[in-house]
């Protein structure tokens, strides 16, 4: 702003706010609007998580333990071991026969596949943040 | 013994905001929520949209939080936020075309014959109004007003300055009264 431009009585106007007699339901609005905002996200974490877990749950029952043939001291512990990993690997199974994703085998993709797949889906969840973040700027 | 939020200063409730605080959050809202609005509404956002917007500034102030270093004041950091989303808003709606002037309009005084710069903003033009208000009210450079508008520099400030003279002359003190110094009526 240039100085002969600058002019204190226009600045102090500017400055006043206005009163709003409706200053209360607007508080009260965005209080429920961050709430929102911020259930919306818990659910979102909180199923991220969840698909996260069975995931990585299912790739661990899909590795042959071994701890019951090995040479591991007390073969009970091995054999309940691996009876609690199949007992696991079945619940998960009914579940997603449940969910119609009885087909899903993740076990049976190759490393470099599983690697892509985690790659793309950085890939895309990096340019949702710099579209943001440009619109933001 | 716990500070009460009444006396808390905006720099120490933005930290503890930044830290998840919904409380003292709330507690800028109340103090600088009617200015952001007030603010929106001078740069010629009807009232449901001023509201609109400045609720989203609230709530991305909210989450960017961290980022206020207490360099300005709060309400200077919220109003440009909101002044960016409105200019944003407009920008996508393509509005700001109309130049209808309202040239003949009565000097801006209410009926107790107090100053009233809403009032006299309308007899500005959309983008005069826009600039004046970006410059004055949101605190912006003319060149970060030019960016943000697209407009070159020069036009920015032709439209702060004939912007300027058109409120000089609307608020033309009653019987010596000098401007700003009666109760704004808003």
Known sequence: MSADEFDPDIERLF????????????IARLEQKLQKGSRV??????????IG????????MSVNLGVSEGIVAGNALGQGIHSVSLNTRNAIQTGLDQLG????ELGSMGGMQLFWIAAGALIVVAAAGVIRLSQDV | MTQSLVDRHDVELAALAAAGGRQEFGE??????????GLLRRMGAQASLADDIAQDAFIQAFERCAEFRGEGTFAAWVKRIAARLYIKRVAKEARYVAEVENEDAAPATDHAGLVDLDEALKALSELERLCVSLCHGAGMA????????????GTVKS???RGLDKLRARLQPQAGQPLGSTQHVG
């Open chain 1, 15 to 26: 400055a006043r706010a206005p009163q709003m007699p409706d200053a209360a339901l607007f």
């Open chain 2, 28 to 37: 800028l809202v109340r103090r600088h929520g009617s200015a952001v609005r």
């Open chain 1, 101 to 104: 994703l009885a087909n899903l």
């Open chain 1, 41 to 50: 996200r818990f659910l979102a974490l909180t199923l991220a998580g969840t």
């Open chain 2, 142 to 153: 003319h060149p970060e007003i030019a960016t943000a508008l697209n407009l070159p520099l």
């Open chain 1, 53 to 60: 877990g069975v995931v990585a749950v299912r790739e661990t």
């Open chain 2, 159 to 161: 439209h702060v300055k």
